[in-house]
Nanobody, 125 residues
Framework: QVQLVESGGGSVQAGGFLRLSCAASGDASIRRCTAWFRQAPGKEREMVAGIESNDNTVYADSVKGRFTVSKRRADNILYLEIDSLKPEDTARYYC???????????????????WGQGTQVTVTS
């Protein structure tokens, strides 16, 4: 099984920078696909970035150019760096993992069976 724990959220002024972390445990075979999602009040949970099974990265169009996802293999840490923060980035951010293979696509929440508790990001204007 997989356990995921997010950290690094907070309140930041528009234009600022934030780095989120996700500590993962469990066999690599059940986290072949990893991703970051976000959910704002009244909105559906959406995938913003991910690391595919071939180690390539994928981003939602809405965050492309500002978000950077990476992974540190030594201790299984997944990162999400957010630059030039906008008020519309305000949401709770979750990391997710799946034992299924994934390649080159933005996926829905149903594609991931393991989730962290989330970390809140609030952007002020």
């Amino acid at each position: 099984q997989v356990q995921l724990v997010e950290s690094g959220g907070g309140s930041v002024q528009a234009g600022g920078f934030l780095r989120l972390s996700c500590a993962a445990s469990g066999d690599a075979s059940i986290r072949r696909c990893t991703a970051w999602f976000r959910q704002a009040p009244g909105k559906e949970r959406e995938m913003v970035a991910g690391i595919e099974s071939n180690d390539n990265t994928v981003y939602a169009d809405s965050v492309k150019g500002r978000f950077t996802v990476s992974k540190r293999r030594a201790d299984n840490i997944l990162y999400l760096e957010i630059d030039s923060l906008k008020p519309e980035d305000t949401a709770r951010y979750y990391c997710a993992a799946s034992q299924r293979w994934c390649y080159g696509r933005i996926l829905g929440p149903g594609s991931f069976e393991f989730w962290g508790q989330g970390t809140q990001v609030t952007v002020t204007s």
